[in-house]
């Protein structure tokens, strides 16, 4: 009978019993006789193929081994194709850096073993999106699908129509759906499933669904440091009564011009409309709700901060120009102002005013995020900020969006890979500890 060497497989090898050298054998082992396959005959080469029998740890009968490698392979070519397991959890995954942030994310879908193998293999990340056509082509952009699949992860398209819990299994899910019903629905599901991921809460977004609320969740933010502060500028919330807006201007005490918007953001262009009031008489041509902000000159110059996860980035457009006195003597009534994320451009190559294109200081900046990451309950977001004329460190926080237009920001793709990243390498860290 023929025997063959299987080093590990099995229980641990028992020690080897002393035998006399086996007289056909090259080796001339003094300590173990040869196993029968690695003997010369001559209708063999005396060469043996491969290490020599001694190197193995164990011996194992052919016919004994048989059975288990197809036991071992029937039984995971019968294994459907969409089933997370796991256990599937390799101890390679131990290791760090890139390649361990790669494997990291293999614990969420195992590869598929026998024939299908060929034919595909499942993502290690799978992302659910709820999105608008116009988000979609926005921000699922050629070179952010191609780099995530790359890293295995793959997007997925939900359907609204069908119920969420018979489509995925979902890793991460992705929206910005603002109706009511799909809260509800997706509130639901994460109950069920609190395993998957939701960008973001959806009762945390509707913070800044809401233009009071947004900014009271930061109107005592009062971050300062050696860097510089951010504030808030005053305004005022208007909810009815069109012709009682001047006398609450003047009792505020609210100083000229006011940026008039809506106090409600509901993801239309309408939501974003921006007015500037000159006097107290055209503040009745408002139409309320809405929220007055004072204007303050900031030339010209916006910073929009970009954050996901705990990057931060911020870029420099061109802003609304600003207000002087003599705009103050020879202007009266209100007048529509373009959105300044469609009408600006970048400013990042434009020949400014060191003193005003300046970027804020990025440690400032870094704190910021942390703040408002902890105070607002989200990781998609972006802040409109300015740094008001004449000083070099006093900036003010105008607005906050969700999951803003990220696709306009260079490099976006790397930053947004990176992040989905960073969720599975959290995930398999919490698989580990059993959390």
């Known amino acids: 009978m023929t025997f063959f060497c299987l080093k590990g497989w099995g229980r641990a090898p028992r020690r080897p019993k002393f035998r006399p050298p086996n007289p056909r054998c090259q080796c001339r082992s003094p300590r173990l006789a040869c196993h029968p396959a690695s003997v010369t ?163 945390a977004i509707e ?92 030339g010209g110059i916006l910073f929009k901060v970009y954050i996901i996860g705990e990057t931060v980035k911020v870029v420099r457009r061109f802003s609304l120009p600003d207000v002087n006195a003599y705009d103050l003597l020879n202007n009266v009534g209100v007048y529509r102002l373009p959105r300044v994320s469609c009408a600006a451009a970048s400013a990042d190559d434009a020949e400014l005013d060191p003193l005003i294109a300046e970027l804020p200081p990025r440690p400032l900046l870094e704190k910021l995020g942390r703040e408002l990451r902890s105070r607002l309950g989200l990781r998609l977001f972006n802040v409109d900020m300015i740094r008001e004329l004449g000083t070099k460190d006093r900036y003010y926080i105008i607005d906050i969006n969700y999951f803003p237009g990220f696709g306009k920001m260079p490099g976006y793709e790397i930053m947004f890979t990176d992040f989905l990243l960073s969720l599975a390498q959290s995930k398999y860290k919490k698989y580990l500890s059993g959390t």
Not at 213 to 240: F, H, W
Request: net charge negative.
């Open 41 to 203: 005959s001559p209708a063999r080469s005396t060469t043996p193929a491969g290490p020599h029998p001694h190197a193995a740890g164990l011996t194992v009968t052919l016919p004994i081994i048989f059975p288990l490698l197809v036991h071992l392979r029937r039984d995971l070519a019968l294994r459907p194709a969409g089933m997370r397991l796991h256990a599937d959890v390799l101890d390679q995954m131990e290791g760090e850096g890139e390649e361990g942030a790669a494997m990291a994310s293999s614990v969420l879908s195992p590869p598929l073993m026998g024939a299908a193998a060929a034919a595909a293999t499942a993502p290690r990340l799978v992302v659910g999106y709820a999105l608008t056509k116009k988000k979609v082509k926005s921000f699922l952009q050629p070179k952010l699908l191609q780099l995530a699949r790359k890293n295995g992860i793959t997007f997925v398209s939900i359907d609204e129509s069908l119920p969420l819990s018979e489509q995925g299994p979902f890793d991460v899910i992705l929206h910005k759906i603002t109706s009511k019903e799909w809260q509800q629905v997706l509130e639901d599901y994460h109950e069920e499933h609190p395993e998957v991921t939701v960008l973001d809460p959806p009762n």
């Open 207 to 298: 913070h800044l669904n809401n233009r009071q609320s947004m900014l009271e969740e930061v109107a005592d933010l009062n971050l300062s440091n050696l860097y510089g502060e951010v504030c808030t500028p005053r305004q005022l919330v208007i909810t009815k009564d069109p012709s009682s807006i001047p006398t609450a201007v003047s009792m505020a005490g609210l100083t000229w011009p006011l940026v008039a918007k809506p106090l409600v953001v509901d993801g239309t262009s309408k939501g974003h409309e921006l007015y500037l009031a000159y006097d107290e008489a055209s503040l009745s041509m408002l139409h309320p709700p809405l929220v007055l902000q004072e204007f303050i000159n900031h």
